[in-house]
């Protein structure tokens, strides 16, 4: 894609060796254990696991927003476009988070204020992404200064903009409305333009269809792939649903229980599967080909990840575990490709 | 042989029972857990079990019994504390520390039973509201609205005026005052415990109302009527000691802790201990009762947990 | 054969009421008009979007919410006209398993108490038998032991799940209605879950009414497929049909929106435009007029009945009309 174009710089995320932990009443639950993950300029990358796995966690930690506590980062080190995001000041990271970095949520519902209109929450999106707070019209009377007003309209006027490129229909009448008033998509689309308003390097979309019925969806993973195109925009696609990467991604990590094991081009993945874990998530899916009742699931359930598993965490549930799976802790990353790499002893 | 055997299948049925019970004793642990998180809890409870225990056992060691008569002993009239009088006498020579020990029973019996009676009159009926809806809710909850609209200690002079002052009609009052929060508290749980899949699970299987309601939803909102009526003690024996503050409460010579303030008062502050000691008493009561609702509280709270 | 479920235009209405005497002001028509037949050993599919009904139609059909109007037959006899006594007859027939593992099961029960009530609310079994019917029925649903004596919360959403089915299958019911049974699990656990039901379809006999947003699972699962929209099937086939030969627009839309995990696999996408419209202003002619590609003038006036366009492919649209009868 566009990577291949420019000359060739850094990656735009590289996390190394992430490691993080919440302390809970239970006792240390070890959320992610050493993750690898690398976002290239351009790339569609989706972000799969089962729940627990960490996807979330994962991508959540690029932006800084894991509470701490009970969260901790206890190793590792996370990149965006060459600076190191864990050792910036909170005010570095908003402007980061302002600026560069923009996500969006499975719930629109609970990511729209109830009591604001669309407008003034689309204003005061672009606002801060213009790193205008100043305008935000917090001090009193503010609102009525000149400069003020207009730094307002121009924001307005950028909001319709973007209201209309995230194909809402009659801007001018509905951008009064309140959050109830629009649908689910409608809600995700609204949320899309505010995450758009600051032309981020990243979008980090958590599940954004998950909530949407099939045709909805269809809808938004349509509108993503073209802002894609339009704004030269990286995305990082948290999700469960298989079907959803193959539509729009062209590149794949897959976790489990806090690791990524595997990653590489959508096709070396979905067509070539290398870790038994990736088989048999891929095996779970009903498709076209599967016959009724030959469909495979992974036998046993996600570890407890307070007392995870010793060695591969994936070596209990695993057909094709050795000895030394239990007892190793799981390799680093062993290239296949140039882009498909696996995190497995059966490729030692 | 025999006693050994007994021992090896009593330890048998030890372990069975342990094995079957293991996810009651692990609740209970995490219960006790939360519990002690907070230090005010466990005073608190400490400080209900000992006003238990003086409550029942008071009338057995206090150093006075027969003062909690009509006995009088002008000679000691007002008498500052010490060691014969450890909270001093009263204006007719009695001993204060022997009184507010046996008003202890008076006020925790008295407690308890208005409670009882709210507790029992409130959660059928919001129950029967929440669960019917339609009409039968509409009843009972317009009820209990006009019911609530009564100021409490208004309604209860009215009734100790028309009954005459009495302990036993100052219980009836309360309770009658009483039983409306919990009536609208369980309307309410009810209300939404009923939407639960698990409610339809049960009525998909033929199960019946009573069923439904004892089983299912009952169970469920237990835990907040638990905390509800241990915060609501308190403030019960609070409002039957101003109930024998006016007057309409409990009757001389019967010790009651609102009783004895009112008499103190008039002799205040020179003989200061006469009010204190009753006031010392009522404060660990509801300060009692506060604490272990709280921790109770905790110990409940959904969102604490798994 | 008789259908074991005969369902002829059910219609369930939810009233709203507002103004300050709660009058009556309009109705949610949450299933309008349903005509729905199964057979003894089928797998019924329902397909269909949120909003489109097909929850309340499954809860309908068990009587779990009164039918407004229209009849269900149960092998043969009207349930609706069933009195309370009759009713508790047919639900020993006819039982669900819910979507939201988390939601379905008390959390004040043991799951020995759980999968044991409906035995003792029938009365079938007594003292030990009972817990012996219920280990067998853990152990079916591929449960151990030594879990009758945990609560709800001590187990992953798979394994709530199987409870479930377990809790739904002590009867040994006619007819279950399987409500999203797999929606709220991960795809791993999901296939665990579907083979169990098709294990336990050959095993005890069951007829299967599933009612699923997911095209995929209904595939695996069903037999035969109805698709509904805005309260009304507009489409029901054989499950081959279904996928292959798909008639209304709406199902080929629906079809071609489902991702594939398969990056190969590339269909003309017919992305509709716009979102399902509201139950309770219902417009005139065809639902899906405002939304269909293929809509022409006759849609917005009358609306097209479901009729049999041959080889027990039944569609509703102006576009397939019926095959005459030769």
Sequence with gaps: MLSSLLPSEGPLVKIRDLRLNFNTFDGVSK????????????????????????????ALSIPRLIPCPPGEIVGGEILFEGEDVLAKSEDEM??????????IFQDPTTNLNPVFTIEEQMIDAILCRMGEQSALGLTPFSRWQGSVREKRTEARHKAVEMLKRVGISQVEDRIGSYPHEFSGGMRQRVLIAMAMAGQPHLLIADEPTTALDVSIQAQILRLVKELVDEFHLSVLLITHNLGVVAKICNKVAVMYAGRVVETGTIREIFKAPKHPYTVGLLNAIPTRASRRGELQGIPGSIPNLLSPPAGCRFHPRCAHAMPQCAADPAPGMIPLTRTHQVVCHLFD | MATQTAAVGGRAWLGRWRAENESELDEWRRGVYRFRQSTLSIVGLAAILFLIVVSITGPYWVPYPEDGTGTVHPAERFKAPDGGHLFGTDEVGRDVFTRVVLATQTSFKAGIIILVVAISIGVP????????????????????????????IFLALSITAALGPSVLNAMLALSITWWPGYARLVQAQVLSARENDYVQAARSMGASHRRIIFKHILPNIISSIIVKASLDVGFAILNLAALGFIGVGAQPPLPEWGAMIASGRRVLPQYWWYSTFPGLAMFLTVFGFNMLGDGLRDVFDPRSRR | MDPLLDVRHLKKYFPIRGGLWQRHVNDVHAVDDVDLAIMPGESFGLVGESGSGKTTLGKTILRLSEPTSGEIFFEGRDICKATHDEMQGYRVDMQMVFQDPYSSLNPRMKVKDIVSESLLIHKRTKGRETLERVRELINLVGLMDDHLHRFPHEFSGGQRQRIGIARAIALHPRLLVLDEPTSALDVSVQAQVLNLLLDLQKKLDLTYLFISHDLGVIRYVCNRVGLMYLGRIVEIAPVEK????????????????????????KVQEIVLEGEIGSPINIPRGCRFA????AQFGRCHVEDPPLVDTGDKHMVACHLHPAKDAT
């Design chain 1, 31 to 58: 959320v992610l254990a050493g993750v690898n993950l690398t976002v290239e300029k351009g790339d569609v990358l989706g972000l799969v696991g089962e729940t627990g796995c960490g996807k979330t966690m994962t």
């Design chain 1, 94 to 103: 908003r402007e980061l988070r302002a600026s560069r970095i923009a996500m």
């Design chain 2, 125 to 152: 009926l919001g129950s029967i509201a929440g669960y019917f809806g339609g009409r039968v809710n509409e009843i009972i909850m317009r009820a209990t609205d006009i019911m609530l609209t009564v100021p409490g």
């Design chain 3, 242 to 265: 279904i996928f292959d030969e798909p008639k209304h627009p709406y199902t080929l839309a629906l079809l071609s929106a489902m991702p594939e995990a398969d990056p190969d696999h």
């Design chain 3, 290 to 293: 405002s939304r269909c590609p």
